[in-house]
């Protein structure tokens, strides 16, 4: 594997970078919030945000969400296994689950990956976590909350889905509720470069996929009727294909749309997008494409029967995409219906939107300057950049 591609696979995300925190221990908000701004102002068309701290001190934070029981508390997820809480700008001195001993982090793509609530999480404590197991299967468990609200209950794991890797790298593992109430999760096409096994065009496999299932049928889990393959033609659970790492996904919360943010090769990272009502079935690419340009082969490539992305760039401009969301909050109007994203290894945060022809524009709303390795999203619509470069969770606001 050549080492170019090594330096742009996403979760690169999981290094820590030069000045990231190692503490195992968060500090709580300081008392006036630091802020990351832009030089100039913005518009609707062209939206400018600042970054607020919210928390500090995290080891390798990768991911961050509150769940929907009203306790206003932000969970934040680390690499190495532990998920621990923010409520009102303090940190809790212990975790709210530690999984480390069920994981493995040695690979820098590896480690506890995902989080995401039950949507009835208030009434039955049933949440899922997303992991590298220790003999490297990518992993989907789910957990309860025990009788402490501020610890997970560990003896309450059960795995659902365990899918054998070949490699350490393209792990995926964004896990998020869709509207349809249906648990989404994303794969990678299991490492190396290039897609060796070719599992983007497989739909026998379950890498390099967004699958769905229902967690609240049939145990371990059920699948959807209306799944695409439900009835054959591939693997039941799969919901779209062509992925060669799907690091972040998010469903717009007004919309219903969905957004897919895959990691690219060695020339160019693309963001995708599905509209809400669409029936699933989709060819995202991958290994045809990379981007909106053929990969294999390298010109002339048959991209018939495809969904291109709605965006990319090219390695100019970065290395890793890391997918975010759309802004739907009420603090910030000026950035209503905005898909915010950024580049692990650029630092720059760009608001994408449709102009009043219905193309696709990218803006540049902040050069950070920092390591987002992940966007995440509260209860009310507000956004938070997740930043290894300084161990720290900022929310966006408008500038």
Not at 13 to 32: E, I, K, N, Q
Not at 132 to 147: F, H, I, M, P, Q
Not at 215 to 222: H, I, L, T
Request: aromatic share 10%; net charge negative; hydrophobic share 35%.
């Amino acid at each position: 594997m050549p080492a170019a591609v090594i330096a742009f696979v996403l979760i690169l995300v999981m290094v820590a970078c030069d000045g990231g925190s190692t503490s195992s221990t968060p500090t709580a908000t300081p008392t006036a919030p630091a802020s990351v701004t832009p030089a100039h102002g913005g518009s609707a068309a062209n939206p400018q945000v600042a970054l607020e701290r919210v928390a500090s001190g995290f080891s390798k934070p990768l991911y961050v969400v509150e769940p929907p029981d009203g306790s206003g508390r932000l969970f934040v997820v680390e690499q190495n296994g532990k998920i621990r809480i923010i409520k009102d700008g303090a940190i809790a001195s212990q975790p709210f689950l530690d999984a480390g001993p069920v994981i493995t982090s040695s690979g820098n793509e590896q480690g506890l990956l995902g989080l995401t609530f039950h949507p009835k999480f208030k009434e039955n404590g049933r949440f899922f976590i997303t992991y590298t197991a220790k003999n490297g299967d990518n992993t989907l468990a789910e957990y309860r909350v025990s009788s402490d609200p501020a610890k997970a209950d560990a003896a309450s794991a059960k795995v659902l889905i365990a899918i054998p890797d070949f490699a350490a790298n393209h792990n995926g593992g964004m896990v998020a509720f869709g509207p349809d109430g249906y648990l989404y999760l994303s794969t990678g096409d299991g490492g190396q470069g290039g897609d060796p096994k070719a599992n983007g065009q497989n739909k026998n496999v379950l890498l390099a996929k967004i699958l769905r299932i229902d967690v609240d049928g049939s145990a371990p889990y059920a699948i959807p009727p209306t799944n695409p393959f439900a009835n054959g033609g591939g693997k039941s659970e799969v919901w779209d294909y062509g992925f060669r790492n799907p690091w972040r996904f998010s469903f717009d919360r007004q919309t219903g749309d969905l957004w897919i943010a895959d990691v690219g090769q060695n020339k160019y990272e693309e963001v995708n997008f599905e509209p809400a009502g669409s029936k699933g079935g989709l060819n995202y690419g991958w290994n045809t494409m990379e981007g909106t340009h053929c990969y294999q082969p390298s010109d002339g490539c048959n991209q018939a029967g495809l969904t291109l992305p709605v965006n990319d760039y090219s390695h100019d401009d970065g290395c890793s995409v890391t997918g975010g969301y759309v802004y739907r909050g009420a603090k910030e109007p000026a950035l209503a219906g905005a898909y915010f994203f950024t580049d692990y290894c650029d630092g720059v945060i760009w608001a994408l939107k449709r102009d009043a022809a219905g193309n696709w524009q990218r803006t540049t709303a902040l050069d950070s300057k920092l390591a987002i390795t992940s966007f995440g999203e509260d209860q009310a619509g507000e956004i938070y950049a997740v930043s290894q470069k300084d161990g720290a969770i900022y929310r966006l606001r408008a500038k």
